[in-house]
């Protein structure tokens, strides 16, 4: 599969904070998440990296 770990680094310090997204769409001044199984979360951050090979997106808040 190619679901992908969200993590979010806040003041320095990283965590996971949504694990198989499926879907991240940028509205408005935040970003919106949803992983396979619906859960769904609405962040204000940025997109620092997105590493296709690991299924890894960094996001960085702002």
Same mark, same amino acid.
């Given at each position: 599969m190619?679901?992908?770990?969200?993590?979010?680094?806040?003041e320095g310090k990283e965590e996971l904070i949504l694990e198989d997204i499926t879907l991240l769409r940028p509205e408005d001044n935040e970003l919106f998440l949803e992983n396979m199984f619906g859960e769904q979360k609405r962040i204000k951050a940025r997109i620092? /990296?997105?590493?296709?090979?690991t299924h890894r997106v960094?996001? /960085?808040?702002?």
């Amino acid at each position: 599969m190619c679901e992908a770990n969200a993590y979010l680094i806040t003041e320095g310090k990283e965590e996971l904070i949504l694990e198989d997204i499926t879907l991240l769409r940028p509205e408005d001044n935040e970003l919106f998440l949803e992983n396979m199984f619906g859960e769904q979360k609405r962040i204000k951050a940025r997109i620092k /990296e997105m590493n296709l090979t690991t299924h890894r997106v960094t996001l /960085e808040s702002y």
